[in-house]
């Protein structure tokens, strides 16, 4: 009786981890190596819905504008397995990259997951065209904050330089959300002169992975924009 008792309660235990919608990623990391600056990579990962119900895929969200993506389709059958295929473009990257592709589904214990695409980029080394008037350079154009508490105020100073040969003016800071402040150390730049513009992202009433970018305007003549781009994975208060 005492063993019958527990292989009944194997069984239900096998059969509540089944019931309803179960996402699955085969493999959940690719790292591409060492490519060329300028080269861009394909990968295709696969999602497959071990569940006994309909998985549905609410959305799919990179943590940089450098990655695209295409979603084969959004509901899973039982049993069925559909590809996503990524994209990363390498263009003015260079170093060791992480990206990240955030999926929501209905999965109830699993609502959000996580793939990952690594390698690292190696600089061209094409002579450089000699710079004529103002010409601003950050040091870094992303920022991930990571795992922060919905609520928190997240901080963060990306810096530059004004590595042209005549003034540089930030003629306009513009975020993409309310949530995100932007100030400029300085909007008048001497040549050669450094500066930084500090950001605060405001978590409350936010959830999930978050991705914000930050516009600059300036007088460059050949290239007067720049967008920055800072990411967070939000937990929701409890309660």
């Given at each position: 009786?005492r063993?019958?008792?527990?292989?009944?309660?194997?069984?239900?235990?096998?059969?509540?981890?089944?019931?309803?919608?179960?996402?699955?990623?085969?493999?959940?990391?690719?790292?591409?190596?060492?490519?060329?600056?300028?080269?861009?990579?394909?990968?295709?990962?696969?999602?497959?819905?071990?569940?006994?119900?309909?998985?549905?895929?609410?959305?799919v969200i990179?943590?940089?504008?450098?990655?695209?993506?295409?979603?084969?389709?959004?509901?899973?059958?039982?049993?069925?397995?559909?590809?996503?295929?990524?994209?990363?473009?390498?263009?003015?990257?260079?170093?060791?990259?992480?990206?990240?592709?955030?999926?929501?589904?209905?999965d109830?214990?699993?609502?959000?997951?996580r793939?990952?695409?690594?390698?690292?980029?190696?600089?061209?080394?094409?002579?450089?065209?000699?710079?004529?008037?103002?010409?601003?350079?950050?040091?870094?154009?992303?920022?991930?904050?990571?795992?922060?508490?919905?609520?928190?105020?997240?901080?963060?100073?990306?810096?530059?330089?004004?590595?042209?040969?005549?003034?540089?003016?930030?003629?306009?800071?513009?975020?993409?959300?309310?949530?995100?402040?932007a100030?400029?150390?300085?909007?008048?730049?001497?040549?050669?002169?450094?500066?930084?513009?500090?950001?605060?992202?405001?978590?409350?009433?936010?959830?999930?992975?978050?991705?914000?970018?930050?516009?600059?305007?300036?007088?460059?003549?050949?290239?007067?924009?720049?967008?920055?781009?800072?990411?967070?994975?939000?937990?929701?208060?409890?309660?």
């Open positions: 009786m063993t019958l008792f527990f292989i009944l309660a194997g069984s239900l235990c096998i059969y509540a981890q089944i019931f309803g919608q179960k996402i699955y990623l085969p493999n959940d990391s690719f790292d591409f190596g060492t490519i060329k600056q300028g080269e861009i990579v394909k990968h295709t990962f696969q999602i497959v819905n071990k569940g006994d119900d309909t998985l549905k895929i609410s959305s990179t943590s940089c504008g450098c990655t695209a993506f295409d979603l084969q389709k959004k509901e899973v059958l039982q049993g069925e397995s559909i590809n996503l295929k990524v994209e990363f473009n390498s263009m003015d990257k260079v170093g060791a990259q992480t990206k990240y592709i955030s999926i929501a589904s209905n109830k214990e699993n609502p959000q997951t793939l990952t695409m690594k390698g690292t980029v190696l600089e061209e080394m094409a002579p450089k065209a000699e710079i004529v008037g103002p010409k601003i350079e950050f040091a870094e154009t992303e920022h991930n904050f990571g795992s922060a508490k919905e609520g928190t105020i997240l901080e963060y100073q990306f810096s530059f330089k004004n590595i042209g040969t005549s003034g540089l003016e930030i003629k306009n800071i513009q975020t993409s959300c309310g949530c995100t402040a100030m400029a150390s300085s909007k008048l730049l001497k040549p050669g002169e450094k500066g930084t513009i500090k950001i605060k992202f405001d978590t409350a009433n936010r959830s999930g992975h978050t991705t914000r970018t930050i516009t600059i305007t300036t007088n460059e003549r050949a290239d007067g924009v720049k967008v920055l781009t800072i990411a967070a994975d939000i937990q929701k208060k409890e309660g």
